[in-house]
T-cell receptor, first 115, second 115 residues
Framework: QQQVKQSPQSLIVQKGGISIINCAYE??????FPWYQQFPGKGPALLIA?????SEKKEGRFTISFNKSAKQFSLHIMDSQPGDSATYFC??????????????FGKGTKLSVIP | EAQVTQNPRYLITVTGKKLTVTCSQN?????MSWYRQDPGLGLRQIYY???????DKGDVPEGYKVSRKEKRNFPLILESPSPNQTSLYFC??????????????FGDGTRLSIL
C-alpha cells in the first residue's frame, strides 16, 4: 500500500499567522500532489495541487512547497483566517496500470484558527 | 450545478441487513471512486471504476461490492454489514482516468452506523 505521511495531526494558529502542514512520501512514482480542504459535514474539495517538476506553487494565501530530493511537500497558509478552520488532506497520485490512477491520502490535519 | 449526490446521508442499521448507498454524478465523469473516512486514518479507497462495467479494488475492499452499469451511477453495496463498517463514506468522481492530475469531486458523505 502506498503511503503519504502527514503532520501534525492538529494545529492551532492565531488569526494572521502562518499555518504549515507537512507531508512526506516514499514512492518516487507519485506524479501529482494535491491538497484537499474539508469543512465539517462536507466532502473534501481540491484546494491546490503541484506536479513534481515544480518547486513551489502559490494561489492567493495558499502555497505548496515541494522538495523532490527529500520527498516532502508542505502547505503554507499565509495570514490565516478563522474561515480557514477545516481539515486538510495532502494526497499523492500514482499510475497503477491499465490506464488507471490511484489517489492516496494522508491522515489529515485539523486546523483551528483562533481570533 | 455540477455535483456528486449520495443517498442516504445518514443511516443506522443492524448487522447483516443488506444496504446500498447510491452515488450519482452529473458531470459526465469517467472515473468514480468510494472512500471511507475514519478518525486518525484519513481517507481510504474502497473501490474505483474507470468507466462503465470496469471496476477495481482499492485499499480496503473487504465486505463491499460495487457496480457501474451506467456512467453516472456507482452504488456501494454492503451485503452483510458488520460494526467495523461503521464509518463516513464518500463517493468521488473525476473527468478522466487517463489524466492523473484531474481533481476529484466529492459528495457530502454518508454516515453509516451498524449496530
Amino acid at each position: 500500500q502506498q503511503q503519504v505521511k502527514q503532520s501534525p495531526q492538529s494545529l492551532i494558529v492565531q488569526k494572521g499567522g502562518i499555518s504549515i502542514i507537512n507531508c512526506a512520501y516514499e514512492n518516487t512514482a507519485f506524479d501529482y500532489f494535491p491538497w484537499y480542504q474539508q469543512f465539517p459535514g462536507k466532502g473534501p474539495a481540491l484546494l491546490i495541487a503541484i506536479r513534481p517538476d515544480v518547486s513551489e506553487k502559490k494561489e492567493g494565501r495558499f502555497t505548496i512547497s515541494f522538495n523532490k530530493s527529500a520527498k516532502q511537500f508542505s502547505l503554507h497558509i499565509m495570514d490565516s483566517q478563522p474561515g480557514d478552520s477545516a481539515t486538510y488532506f495532502c494526497a499523492a497520485n500514482i499510475f497503477v496500470g491499465a490506464g488507471s490512477y490511484q489517489l492516496t491520502f494522508g491522515k489529515g490535519t485539523k486546523l483551528s484558527v483562533i481570533p | 450545478e455540477a455535483q456528486v449526490t449520495q443517498n442516504p446521508r445518514y443511516l443506522i442499521t443492524v448487522t447483516g441487513k443488506k444496504l446500498t448507498v447510491t452515488c450519482s454524478q452529473n458531470m459526465n465523469h469517467e472515473y468514480m471512486s468510494w472512500y471511507r473516512q475514519d478518525p486518525g486514518l484519513g481517507l481510504r479507497q474502497i473501490y474505483y471504476s474507470m468507466n462503465v462495467e470496469v471496476t477495481d479494488k482499492g485499499d480496503v475492499p473487504e465486505g463491499y461490492k460495487v457496480s457501474r452499469k451506467e456512467k453516472r451511477n456507482f452504488p456501494l453495496i454492503l451485503e452483510s454489514p458488520s460494526p467495523n463498517q461503521t464509518s463516513l463514506y464518500f463517493c468521488a468522481s473525476s473527468l478522466s482516468v487517463t489524466g492523473g492530475n484531474q481533481p476529484q469531486h466529492f459528495g457530502d458523505g454518508t454516515r453509516l452506523s451498524i449496530l
